[in-house]
DNA sequence: TACAGATATGTTGTATAGCAGATGATCGGC
DNA sequence: GCCGATCATCTGCTATACAACATATCTGTA
């Protein structure tokens, strides 16, 4: 996979001084490559791979509202609104005005949205599958760990825990400027 | 399922169906969780972690056309082009005409633009050691296992795969594993 | 050489998404 | 019943992805 072609052009080398070496851009590399994958098998649903997350919410016994609905998925408030727009002009989903609380829409799936989100589900693990058998007997263990992560940073409470880092580098090391 | 406190919060347990079992969420909670600590640490820098990442591989030995540094980053190369601008500006790097051909130009890190990169970088990992730390002994099995997913997803030959792959389910959606 | 096509970069226009602020409806405490 | 808080929505502003076109340069061919 690496070294040098007959014609001088040269090919990378694990270099642990590169971008191919950073967190970040392991993360935004897998992110963008999934989301493009993501996004064929989930065309048919409008929002693409954020319809079908927000489809998935709403097939849950206990539904959300709508703040938490955004906190959950990483999705602005403000673009929550029109994309459970498109999902209800499409009859995947409705809004349940909640009885104990009126100012609460909880977001719930039809059962045109739940069999489409159950189909969609099917395919879309047969593409994760591909994707990962690159990883070969370690894709469950990779699974596992993103897993533990990918909560542990969305919680809430991680917010402040930011603040004390970016603090504690500042002090260590300021940002020369 | 679902555990409810006093005042009607909720706090969720480990369910299947529901959306944080899903490999496009986790990823995508992990990347939004890792750039907004990134954007902290490096917001210095023009442009914060995508900033970064660009004056990362200015500081290579073989610097690249921005061509490659747009596939490589996975930036689109009109939006590459104001972030070179704010970088240059900042004197951070400079746009090297190929003398063999002048079409192209090498984005190359200036001293001040290494030095500062140097800085960041140092921060940058005391960073994600924090974040990584919930993940205990096996931190390293999950950044070597997201290296490799993230190279073959980011390599430019795996586009004609995902084709193959879409087709492949349209015809038949059958469960993996 | 002259020219046509291909490639690298830059520029413009459009759509989407995140973010801050204001508004209206509703809830809870006083 | 009044006042502040909360939820959803709406309005601008900015950043980014994407497509289409323009310009400069290179490559291959007659």
Redesign the pocket.
């Known amino acids: 996979m690496i070294g040098e072609t007959e014609n001088g052009k040269m090919k990378r080398m694990a270099d642990e001084t590169l971008v191919e070496g950073d967190l970040g851009w392991m993360l935004g590399a897998s992110f963008r490559g999934y989301a493009?994958a993501a996004g064929q098998v989930l065309s048919g649903i409008p929002?693409?791979p954020?319809g079908y997350q927000l489809l998935t919410e709403a097939t849950s016994d206990t539904p959300a509202?709508?703040?938490?609905l955004?906190q959950r998925l990483?999705?602005?408030?403000?673009?929550?609104?029109?994309?459970?727009?498109d999902l209800e002009k499409a009859g995947l989903v409705e809004?349940h005005p909640d009885p104990?609380?009126?100012?609460?829409?909880r977001i719930v799936a039809t059962a045109k949205g739940r069999a489409l989100r159950e189909d969609r589900h099917t395919a879309l693990r047969a593409m994760e599958a591909h994707l990962l058998a690159v990883l070969g007997d370690d894709a469950g263990t990779f699974q596992a760990l993103l897993c533990i992560l990918a909560r542990h940073l969305n919680s809430a409470d991680h917010h402040l825990d930011l603040c004390t880092i970016a603090e504690d580098l500042e002090r260590s090391s300021p940002t020369p400027r």
Do not use: F, H
């Open positions: 493009k929002g693409g954020r509202n709508q703040g938490t955004a990483g999705i602005d408030r403000t673009v929550l609104t029109y994309l459970i727009d809004r104990a609380d009126r100012r609460q829409r």
